[in-house]
């Protein structure tokens, strides 16, 4: 006590208040917190602040504890006049990707880059730069990986022969993702570890014509299990790139849309060190697809903010891109498909109830309008099962329920989502790299009614993200997809709509913005805590050069941030020249 006491440095009326109040251990714990807050704490001032906050909508400074919490948030006018001094820049609340694949992203960081590829040779060039680099990958052991193909960039789908006209890459173990990730290529190597004769597989799709090496949605599952998987050590490389590539654009948090539970137990460990510079709010996924694990249906939350489990993710079906989305009606460039269930509409509703009876957040994907309507009726479901003396969006404003993509629904079954509640997670990027195809795929009437539907969500409000690695992680072009509708790598929509596709769905600045920030807060029980700046919350903020509201849309395409906080300690900064980026996550 008499320690603590000399910390104050002789402030008596202190120290009597603090003594009068305190007794016992517990209180002796209390008082040495309060004390290292009041002892340790920093206070920033910066030329504005944006807090999202309605207690202070307008503020230039704050105060954080040691411990990473706001603790005061207010405006003075001596930094506003100029007389006291203040840090450069501008702030914005901490933001967050609403669905993301944080160790797919590391992966993807150290494997080959194959988005934009416009030809086999293109592919065949970047597979042997990458091996210059890498002659170690694609033995049997050491799979040579990818992300990023398009069969619309080849006109057909590829074969593995496609991967042998090269002498070089004959023998080697090859697996490349197309750009959804719901399909993979692979090599004959590969091929060769499979029997002669490859059943069809409910839910998904061996391609066979031209001939085979493609494998779509369940069918991956027969190469994966081949696939010889990282170890922890090389996973914790994975995760060390991929944080600090997300804090670079200004990310402390993201939800990650599936984590096994080995993965989840590493995140457990790992969670806390000083490489972890992130938030992370994983949603659990068995390793079988669309199951329920008892045994790991166990929730965990950090008290920190660091780390948290306690959600679910479903699989309804597959991707438009490769005709994978199971739609109502079929398809209007290739009417022989109505696309791929990958559960049906019994068992889905069967493991949803399951797995909200065990008191997690359900989140099921689903893109096609079919898939949308039986997420639609599994969540109705479990929500008249868990809640029965309760309306369907009272149960569901507790339990928060997501369906992650919500990109072609029905307008029948968009009433339904306005009338429970239901949270669409949408990536504003997917719309404005689909929309070179998706009128194709669905036609006017249907892309028009009920396709990547944004502004007409609002009353909910959606939760914004970017499905990385799929699409880039930078929340800023998201951002300029939502607000413009157009492609933020062309600045351009469709060559029928170049001003932006579907405009009347785009949204504000202010909307697009709480769609990264307080929007996947709420969906991941943070409200409050994160995407805010305010007392109480978590201490995550970005610095800008301008206040957005100031900087041009366009400029957003290739947006820098100057700084990023978590938990009070400055994670990225940028280089003054902007000729190199420095990453300090070592002050945690």
Known sequence: MELLRSQLGGDNSLWNFASATTTGLAGVVKLRNGLADYLFSETHCYESIRTHSLSEPLANCFTVSPSGIFTKVYHDPNVANG???????????????????????????????????????????????????????GNADNWLRG???????????????DLSVDERLKGLYIML???????????????????????DVPGGEIIRKPGLGVFCDNAMDMIMALWPKPDNKKKQKFLHSAMSKLNEVGLVGMADAGVSPSNAALFKELAGTKDWTLRVYAMLECDERNTFCPEHAKKHSREDGF????????????????????MIEPYSDRPGTSGSLLINGTELARITKLW????????????????????????????????P????????????????????????????????????????THATSDMAYAEKRL????????????????????????????????PFQGIYAAMTRRSPHTGRGTEDQPDGWYPEETLSLDQALRGFTEAPAYGAFLKGKAGVIQEGAFADWVVLDMPLEETDVEDLRAYRVRETWIAGKRVFRREEDESEVLNIADEL
């Open 83 to 137: 007389a006291s001094k203040s840090h450069q820049g501008h702030v914005i609340p901490g933001l967050w990707d609403g669905h993301g694949h944080l160790l797919q992203y590391g992966e993807f960081l150290n494997s080959v880059d194959l988005f934009g590829s416009a030809s086999f040779e293109d592919i065949i060039v970047r597979v042997d730069n990458y091996l210059d680099e890498h002659p170690d990958a």
């Open 147 to 161: 992300t990023g193909w398009d069969q619309a960039a080849f006109g057909r789908m590829p074969t593995a022969d």
């Open 443 to 474: 036609g006017k009437e249907r892309t028009g009614s009920g396709a990547y539907r944004m502004r007409s969500l609002l009353d909910i409000p959606p939760i914004l993200g970017s499905d990385f690695p799929v699409e880039p992680p930078d």
């Open 307 to 326: 780390l948290s489990i306690q959600s679910v993710k479903l699989f309804a079906d597959g991707a438009l891109g490769s005709w994978g989305s199971a």
């Open 356 to 387: 909200a009876e065990a008191g997690f957040q359900v989140n099921i994907h689903a893109i096609g309008d079919l898939a949308n309507r039986y997420a639609i009726d599994a969540m109705t479901g479990a929500l008249e099962s868990i809640c």
């Open 177 to 199: 993702d197309r750009v959804d990730v719901h399909c993979i290529w692979v090599s004959q190597p590969v091929l060769d570890l499979l029997p002669d004769d490859l059943p």
């Open 389 to 428: 003396d309760e309306s369907l969006a009272s149960c569901q404003a507790q339990k928060r329920f997501r369906i992650e993509h919500s990109q072609i629904i029905h307008p029948d079954d968009q009433a339904r989502i306005h009338a429970i509640g239901i949270i669409p997670s949408i990536q504003p």
